[in-house]
């Protein structure tokens, strides 16, 4: 499906709304305002920029994972968050770094193979337990995604206290409500970015074959889409993306709803467009999200950084009740 004009105009709008969630974030500071002048710019320029390379990252690697999910299950209202892949993401870290401890480990490599398998462990059961007679059944898939999610953020701050005070993480509480921490490494936030990148550009070359996917089962295969290998590159890619997204800024609710939801809305189901759409609502979502926090940070000296999960929990909770009610009740594939 190509991209039209209106879809061009659409996704400079949300191409454009980037750019002012960029300005913005790097004009706010929690402790100034203004873009950064002075003695000390090139430190706060590079603190601002960090932090917005890692917003981006999260937010395009978020909704992407949306996009992935939902093509992959056929359910709209798929997310990472919601299927229990961030938390499961946010565990296997956790487990990484109990283990660690345990056996009094200085290194164990990084965390990002902790949130690869975590998220692909806690995707397989969501997969595996929300069919019914070979069929995915959307509702009983989201329930199961949420009954796992909790019992995944059960499990991290377990660890987190069986690791004894202060826990790996003294900041938890906002790490489990997602947060972005400048003290991340530059390395790891190039090395999340580019998995990203790849991931994202893996989905769009498969984009006509997630339309065909919109058929049913047999339709699609009989213009020679290979449902099976399609389904295996959409789980392992929305893994991994929700995986990185883990890494850098813990597990976020919702922007992967949100985001393809409002691009799908704008850009029509077509996956080409709907990619770049999401992947761009995503990064502004998350960008804002951060500015605000900033901003509020700013205005209430002592408060602190307010984690951005709880921002867009306050924003995607109300779509997905939205979304979910026209299907309790009653089962469809």
């Known amino acids: 499906m190509t991209v039209t004009r209106s879809n061009m105009v659409w996704l400079m709008v949300m191409g454009a709304l980037l750019i002012v969630a960029a300005i913005a974030r790097l004009s706010v500071g929690s402790g100034a305002m203004g873009l950064p002048h002075g003695d000390y710019a090139s430190v706060i320029w590079e ?5 917005l390379c890692i917003g981006i990252t999260v937010g395009v690697a978020l909704a992407v994972s949306g996009v992935a999910l939902q093509a992959l299950l056929r359910n709209p209202l798929a997310e990472p968050f919601i299927l229990g892949l961030s938390t499961g993401a946010g565990a296997g870290i956790m487990l990484q770094a109990y283990v660690a401890h345990v056996l009094a480990w200085q290194f164990m490599g990084g965390q990002t193979a902790g949130a690869l398998v975590g998220a692909g462990l806690s995707m397989s059961i969501v997969f595996a337990v929300g069919r019914r007679h070979g069929l995915i059944d959307p509702v009983g898939l989201l329930l199961t995604g949420v009954v796992l999610s909790t019992l995944n953020a059960a499990l991290i701050m377990l660890l987190n206290y069986m690791i004894g005070p202060g826990g790996v993480r003294d900041d938890m509480a906002q790490w489990m409500m997602g947060y972005l921490h400048e003290s991340t490494a530059a390395s790891t936030v190039g090395f999340i970015a580019t998995l990203t990148v790849l991931g994202t550009a893996l989905l769009f070359s498969l984009a006509r074959a997630m339309d065909v996917a919109t058929l049913s089962p047999g339709e699609a295969e009989s213009v020679g889409v290979n449902l099976t290998l399609l389904r295996t590159v959409l789980f392992i ?50 960008v804002a999200a951060d500015t605000v926090s900033s901003w509020i940070a700013f205005q209430l000296a002592g408060f602190g950084l307010l984690p951005i999960g709880i921002l867009t929990a306050m924003l995607g909770g109300p779509v997905f009740l939205a979304m979910l009610h026209p299907k309790l009740g009653r089962g469809y594939e």
């Not at 603190?47 to 932090?51: F, Q, V």
């Not at 992967?256 to 995503?282: D, E, F, Q, S, T």
Request: charged content about 5%.
């Open 47 to 51: 603190a601002r920029s960090h932090r």
């Open 237 to 286: 890619t929305a893994g991994t993306l929700a995986a990185g997204a883990v890494v850098l800024a813990g597990p976020i609710a919702f922007v992967g709803l949100i985001c393809p939801h409002v691009a799908r809305l704008m850009l029509g189901p077509g996956h080409r467009a709907l990619l770049i759409g999401a992947a761009l609502l995503g990064a502004a979502l998350i």
